[in-house]
């Protein structure tokens, strides 16, 4: 099977953790530092705070950038491991590269986000209490036909998108993260959607260890 | 100088030993700048910049809007400059650091007061129609001199940049996809390129204000590090016509006119030297690109 | 009872209200140990929700001032919504118009793009204030609705963009002062214009998430909008300046038209009625086995989850992460969001199916009101 993204991890110098992922017109960068000293209004005093900047490819962040951030930092506070970190902060920023879809939809960024944010997580060092992915699904109009990484005109001709994220344990897509679906389908529609993306990331997750273990054979390349 | 970074004053005696014996960390001669590795991307005004470790990213756009009401013959042409905590946890999220506010002005006088775009080329119906270009300048990683590398990928940005053609009828615009018509390039009249020195003083203050001898050390391009520790800075922005289009040194180490003289001549051979690099590689990417388009354009044929 | 009194004798005695506020989650834990929620509903069971017009609607009322085209209020125990629907006129953009597929070079293109793409979902701007005795800037949870309302009403297909195009007609004057109109089909205008619809929400004394109720207002103030019939005044029609440029290319200033609403003619805005939908939160909760302290008689009682519908006050709003969101028509699905699962508490495949099927239920029953 040929990969259908690209991804890289440790690619700056001045953050803890970053990475850049693509995957069809898709691309973007996502730095994580932390845990770091944080702002007094932001501690909290049994767990890390969490801060999420996404910064859009063209023009400056509104509001549709901040429900994106909401919808990120709900997946990273459940997986990141914040009580190892008392009144730290662990700071997240998402750069778009390329959002490759139309400005109405955010399906193919926020997947990306969270995948670019996991990559990013892992070479931070940051502590996460379980491997996740994710993954977008549209349904087409006509023939109720699932589209895995549906481009910018898959979407406009579909009945509905979906933004789906598994936790992983052993290679298998195990809890569901997070999900969201947006255009008309029903609900035999929407769990097989689950279903289809779960698969869909299994799958995929072979590729995606592969480049963690290069990473990290990378990084401890002084210990052989 | 950015908050949050602090060099030992240890450090900072013994970089001033190795900058009086004309040594710096990198290896690199007090005058000379860091390798710039400039990369296109496959969508016209798409580059990626790095100056030794600064990174910066910068994304040209164009789109149809409506004129400033005082100013009917011109197109609109913006610059923003945003620091995010991605190019080091020194920069705050959401607020305008006064380093930042200095970084977005430069550059806005480098390249917009300069008239590096011509503005009235952007002009489609005087007063109701222009183009209204934006560059979005994102920036990945800070080691220093984030104003050099700014300008620059602004620069080749824009003469990358090729917005999609238009026909004018009557009242009407017609625009045409890029697989219709060829897109056209703007109209970059010269290309400002700014050229950054840092100020060190290895004698003291009195020599430095009275004393005949400028000893004052002069570098070109700081990094982070020996920007923490300069005492003052200049940019000096200057095209390859030897025109110089912006001159910025807002107070610190006071330092003779003719070592501003000396300054120039270094910052032109800097410029002359980028200009013939990013005019071969616009040409670079053209000839690929056609060559891209060739190939297309026999395969069609083929498949008749 | 009489062990667990003689424990609570030398523990900390904490008045509810104190708990909920303290400890939260174990304030929680012991109301739905009893078969209760904190605001003393059973588990899925829905507040009741009133929907009234306003009359303050510019079409609604005799004396046709304000601007305001349609209005709602949504009240909800304690909670009050008011959603006001305003609007403006935007020019449609050149790139719409002139489409180069719409002018092709003979034919270069298919057209078939063109038919499907003309006709897309429309939505508004809403601004969703909540009322907290605060000023300033919006906060990041107004900031989030409005941008979420504005997100599930352009998937919705409540609204079309075809049914915002406003049809110009021209107003004339004789010699005489007569007025004339002549209508949009024989009146052809150079430039085509649309409505942009803003809506204002307003949250009076919030409790949980607001989001349902929000959306609730939103749609009922939708279905009592107007939209003012607008003419183009003839006496500013179409100016021309001839204008060299520097270029030398000729090209033209032109003016704007001068569009005038009516105050007294108006027509109601056209919504797609079988999509209207009701959105529902529902909220899931494993309850623990008694107390969580070890008791050996009962070691077998088993975590229960349990779905908590409509979430209501600070206990449920700061303690309940995993949620589930629905906005439905009653038969099919416009959004789905499930949020908050993770591998300790993982969000059941029945949860969702349960909670899907009451909102269909919840639905049906408050579509009619709306």
């Known amino acids: 099977m040929t990969t259908s993204f690209n991804a890289e991890l440790g690619i700056l110098d001045r953050v803890d953790g970053s990475a850049s992922y693509k995957f069809g017109a898709t691309s973007l960068i996502c730095s994580v530092s932390g845990p770091i000293e944080a702002k007094a209004r932001q501690e909290l005093p049994t767990s890390a705070a969490l801060e999420v900047t996404i910064r859009p490819d063209v023009g400056v962040s509104s509001t549709r950038e901040k429900l994106t951030e909401d919808k990120l930092k709900s997946v990273l506070g459940s997986v990141i491991s914040t009580f190892l970190y008392p009144r730290q902060l662990i700071q997240v920023v998402v750069q778009i590269l390329d959002a490759g879809e139309a400005p109405c939809y955010v399906v193919r960024e926020l997947v990306g986000c969270i995948n670019a944010c996991y990559l990013a997580l892992i070479d931070a060092k940051v502590g996460i209490s379980e491997s996740f992915y994710a993954k977008c699904v549209a349904i087409e109009q006509n023939t109720g036909k699932l589209i895995l990484d549906p481009t910018d005109r898959d979407l406009t001709s579909s009945k509905s998108h979906h933004a789906v994220c598994f936790s992983l344990g052993n290679g298998k897509s195990k809890s569901l993260l997070y999900s969201e679906s947006f255009g008309q389908f029903t609900e035999e529609e929407l769990l097989k959607v689950l279903d289809f993306a779960a698969e869909a990331i299994e799958q995929e997750n072979i590729g995606v260890r592969k480049v963690i273990s290069e990473a990290v054979s990378n990084d401890y390349v002084w210990m052989s | ?304 | ?370």
């Open chain 3, 1 to 370: 009872m009489t062990s667990e009194t003689a424990t609570a004798a030398n523990s900390l005695k904490l008045m509810p209200d104190v708990l909920a506020r303290v400890a939260p989650d174990v304030s929680l834990q012991k109301h739905l140990h009893l078969g209760l929620r904190p605001c003393l509903r059973k588990f899925e069971e829905f507040r009741h929700v009133t929907v009234d017009k306003t009359g303050l609607g510019k079409y609604e009322t005799e004396d046709k001032n304000g601007n305001i085209l349609g209005s709602s209020v949504v009240k909800s125990g304690d909670t009050i919504v008011l959603c006001g629907i305003t609007g403006g006129i935007v020019e449609d953009e050149q790139e719409a118009i002139d489409d180069y597929r719409l002018k092709l070079e003979d034919g270069i293109i298919s057209n078939e793009e063109t038919a499907s793409s003309s006709r897309k979902n429309a939505t508004v701007y809403p601004v969703v204030q909540i009322e907290s005795g605060r000023t300033g800037p919006p906060s990041e949870e107004e900031m989030i609705l409005s941008q979420r309302l504005h997100d599930t009403l352009l998937s919705s297909g409540i609204l079309n963009t075809e049914d915002l195009k406003i049809s110009l007609s021209l107003k004339s004057r004789d010699e005489n002062g007569e007025v004339s109109i002549i209508g949009p089909d024989q009146f052809e205008a150079k430039k085509s214009y649309s409505f942009v619809l803003y809506a204002s929400i307003q949250v009076f004394s919030r409790s949980g998430p607001m989001f349902d109720l929000c959306w609730g207002s939103l749609v009922a103030a939708l279905r009592n909008t107007f939209l003012p019939q607008v003419y183009v005044d003839e006496d500013q029609l179409d100016i021309r300046m001839p204008v060299r440029s520097k270029g030398g290319e000729k090209a033209t200033i032109s003016e704007e038209y001068k569009l005038v609403c009516d105050n007294a003619k108006a027509t109601k805005l056209v919504i797609d009625e079988s999509m209207i939908s009701w959105s529902s939160t529902f909220g899931v909760v494993t309850v623990h086995s008694k107390d969580g302290d070890i008791d050996m008689d009962s070691g077998d009682v088993a975590n229960e989850d349990v779905l908590l519908a409509d979430l209501e006050g600070e206990v449920e709003d700061t303690t309940v992460d995993r949620r589930i969101h629905v906005v439905t028509n009653g038969q099919t699905l416009t959004s789905v969001t499930i949020t908050g699962g993770s591998e300790g508490v993982p969000i059941p495949r029945d949860m969702i199916r349960k909670a899907i099927e009451q909102a269909k239920r919840r639905s049906n029953d408050l579509v009619q009101k709306l």
């Open chain 2, 1 to 304: 100088m950015f908050k949050g970074f602090e060099v030992s004053s240890n450090e900072q005696a013994f970089t001033l030993e190795t900058l009086k014996s004309g040594i710096r960390f990198d290896g690199r001669k007090l005058e000379e700048m860091r390798d710039i590795d400039i990369r296109l991307g496959d969508e016209y005004g798409y580059v990626e910049v790095r100056l030794g470790n600064t990174k910066a990213i910068v994304r040209i756009s164009a789109q149809l809007a409506v004129p400033f009401e005082d100013r009917p013959y011109e197109g609109i042409f913006q610059i923003s400059t945003e620091i995010s905590p991605m190019a080091g946890p020194m920069f705050e999220a959401g607020r305008q650091s006064i380093d930042e506010v200095l970084i977005s002005r430069l550059v806005e006088k480098a390249v917009r007061r300069s008239g590096a775009l011509d503005l009235e080329s952007l002009c489609i119906i005087a007063g109701s129609r222009c183009w209204a270009v934006r560059a979005d300048v994102h920036f990945l990683d800070y080691d220093g001199n984030f104003i050099d590398a700014t300008c620059l990928a602004v620069m080749v940005g824009l003469s990358h940049f090729k917005k999609p053609d238009i026909a004018i009828n009557g009242e009407e615009i017609v625009l045409f996809s890029t697989d219709q018509r060829d897109p056209v390039p703007l109209s970059v009249l010269h290309i400002p390129l700014c050229v950054t020195f840092a100020f060190y003083n290895p004698n003291d203050v009195e020599e430095n204000i009275k004393g005949s001898s400028s000893g004052e050390l002069i570098l070109v391009d700081p990094t982070m590090k020996e920007e923490a520790q300069s005492l003052g800075s200049m940019t000096l922005t200057l095209n390859k016509n030897r025109e110089i289009c912006q001159i910025s040194k807002a107070g610190g180490l006071p330092i003779d006119a003719p070592v501003i003289m000396d300054c120039c001549s270094i910052a032109y051979s800097i410029v002359e030297r980028l200009t013939e690099k990013i005019k071969q590689l616009l040409k670079d990417d053209e000839a690929k690109r056609i060559d891209i388009n060739v190939q297309r354009a026999l395969s069609a044929a083929n498949d008749r």
